[in-house]
């Protein structure tokens, strides 16, 4: 499309995302927000997609906890982590390693040990 000339609007977007979603493949539309490095919009379109009664597989969470590490916001990055729990998505095993190494590179010593214990 872009190669022809066109630029995609934001109805073409939000189109695109929608029809990538409905074929299942919404960790792609979280991992682009990642990649990108808009971890906001990441953040919004999981918890839409929660509220739209998708249940998001545990992976869609890393890469959102991930940037936020990554950005120094260890407490939204926590908070996130327990939400997921609360809503009943349980952390898989590649969740929890992705905590505790994002919170030993920050520092997160004890926080590490206490993911690590539960």
């Not at 299942?24 to 509220?51: K, P, Q, T, W």
């Not at 939400?83 to 992705?98: A, D, F, L, Q, S």
């Amino acid at each position: 499309m872009m190669k022809e000339g066109f630029v995609p609007d934001v109805n073409t977007f939000n189109s695109l995302v929608e029809a990538i979603c409905n074929a299942g493949e919404v960790d792609f539309c979280v991992d682009m927000y990642h990649s990108v490095g808009r971890i906001d919009e990441a953040f919004r379109f999981l918890h839409n997609l929660i509220e739209d009664g998708h249940k998001p597989f545990p992976s869609l969470y890393a890469p959102i906890i991930k940037g936020m590490f990554r950005r120094g916001q260890f407490d939204d990055a926590f908070c996130f982590f327990s939400e997921m729990k609360v809503k009943g998505h349980p952390p898989n095993r590649p969740v929890y390693t992705m905590m505790i190494t994002m919170c030993g590179r920050g520092g997160k010593h004890v926080e590490a040990a206490i993911i690590w214990w539960r």
